[in-house]
């Protein structure tokens, strides 16, 4: 089971799965806010509730955000593609 405001997505900065966290609204608080204050807090729930869904997923061990197109995995057992620029390599001497 899933814990809320956490799931596992691959870290390109880590190169594996990881557990990633976001932050959410704590929408009982803000309910009971709502009921107590005859529905005026519901616009203040709105902000907040807007504000914490553009809240980035961060990866639980650094920290960094997750990036949708970055979710593919490298394998291990492929070999590394070569550099697009190549240096100068100075000839040989014998």
């Not at 809240?55 to 920290?63: A, F, K, L, V």
Request: aromatic share 10%; proline share 6%; net charge positive.
């Amino acid at each position: 089971m899933r814990r809320r405001g956490f799931d596992t997505r691959f870290c390109a900065r880590c190169r594996c799965q990881r557990e990633f966290s976001k932050r959410t609204a704590a929408h009982l608080w803000h309910l009971g806010l709502t009921i107590l204050t005859f529905g005026l807090w519901g616009i203040g729930w709105i902000a907040v509730a807007m504000i914490e869904s553009r809240r980035p997923w961060r990866c639980t061990i650094c920290h960094s955000r997750f990036v949708p197109g970055g979710e593919t995995q490298i394998s291990q057992t492929e070999p590394m593609a070569e550099p697009r620029i190549k240096l100068p390599v100075a000839p040989r001497r014998r």
